[in-house]
Every structure is written in structure tokens, then in C-alpha cells.
């Protein structure tokens, strides 16, 4: 298990408007395992890459802009899931910010581990799946591919 009170990160991009409706602080972890063919990030791949940074230092950058909503992305933020489950859990308890969260796992995948599903309550949308690079499609909003699906887990975007 790993620590859940510090996350590897690559980047914080404040004011983004890339990952998600509206403003948003996107958090881009390290680390990822998948390893999608045509990945436009492959360097977000290594574990020990970037640097670690604390929930709390987190939270004190996504409080301190008061209209932006929140982005987990990556690298893959499933492979810290204890300490983005509790960051996500005091990003809901503390503000009222909605959490977008990008995986290459599948929503299914999450679902059936009880390990990554913990995360999944604190969550308000899932971009979810592996980038295909057979499947890319440059008009989807959001997403690279049309597999990854962009699901509304709390029904606030019908
Ligand atoms: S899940 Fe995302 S970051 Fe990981 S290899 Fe696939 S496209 Fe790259």
C-alpha cells in the first residue's frame, strides 16, 4: 500500500481548461503502467518520476482558487489511489469543487478492485480506458480515443 498522505506528481496546471468543463487546477501524476501505443505523455510513465508533494500542500493550491473545479490526471492517479482517495475525500469535505478523474483503466476494472474502487464515491466523472491509438478521434472533447468514455458518476451532466 502506499502512503496516503503524499502523491508523486509531474505538475500542477492552475486555470487549465483542457481537462474538463470550465477552470480547473489539474493535478498530473506519476506513473503509469499501461503503456498505450501513441501515449502523448510517455514520459509521465516513470514511478520515481517528478516529485512528491503532500495532500495538504495539494489542497492549499486547489483552495486557493476559489472558481476552479479539480482534475486528477496523470500518468494514471489509480496507481496512488490511497492518497488521492484522500485528497478527493478532503477536496469534498472542505469545498464544494467537483473532481474530474482521468485512468486507463476501465470503469468495470475499478469497480471489481476493491483497492481502486475506494476512490470512486469522491468522484464527480470518470474519463476512463486505455488510449487506442487505432480509435483516435481529435473532434472528442476531453478524450483522445472514442473507447474512453466520459461517465457522469453522479448524473450532474446529463
Ligand atoms: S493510460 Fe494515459 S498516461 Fe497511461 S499510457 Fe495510456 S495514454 Fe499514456
Known amino acids: 500500500?502506499?502512503?496516503?498522505?503524499?502523491?508523486?506528481?509531474?505538475?500542477?496546471?492552475e486555470e487549465t481548461m483542457a481537462d474538463g468543463p470550465g477552470l480547473r487546477t489539474s493535478i498530473y501524476c506519476a506513473g503509469c503502467a499501461h503503456h498505450c501505443p501513441g501515449c502523448h505523455n510517455p514520459q509521465s510513465w516513470d514511478f520515481k518520476g517528478g516529485y512528491e508533494v503532500t495532500v495538504d500542500e495539494l489542497l492549499e493550491v486547489i483552495k486557493a482558487d476559489e472558481f476552479a473545479n479539480v482534475t486528477f490526471s496523470g500518468g494514471d492517479p489509480f496507481y496512488q489511489v490511497e492518497a488521492f482517495?484522500?485528497?478527493?475525500?478532503?477536496?469534498?469535505?472542505?469545498?464544494?469543487?467537483?473532481?474530474?478523474?482521468?485512468?486507463?483503466?476501465?470503469?468495470?476494472?475499478?469497480?471489481?478492485?476493491p483497492r481502486l474502487s475506494q476512490l470512486l464515491p469522491y468522484l464527480d466523472v470518470l474519463v476512463d480506458g486505455p488510449y487506442v491509438e487505432a480509435l483516435r478521434d481529435?473532434?472528442?472533447?476531453?478524450?483522445?480515443?472514442?473507447?474512453?468514455?466520459?461517465?457522469?458518476?453522479?448524473g450532474n451532466y446529463a
Open 1 to 13: 500500500m502506499s502512503d496516503a498522505t503524499k502523491i508523486r506528481i509531474l505538475d500542477i496546471l
Open 85 to 113: 482517495t484522500e485528497l478527493a475525500r478532503r477536496i469534498k469535505e472542505e469545498t464544494g469543487k467537483t473532481i474530474w478523474c482521468y485512468t486507463g483503466f476501465t470503469y468495470e476494472e475499478i469497480q471489481e478492485d
Open 138 to 154: 481529435t473532434d472528442l472533447r476531453f478524450r483522445g480515443s472514442s473507447n474512453q468514455r466520459i461517465i457522469d458518476l453522479k
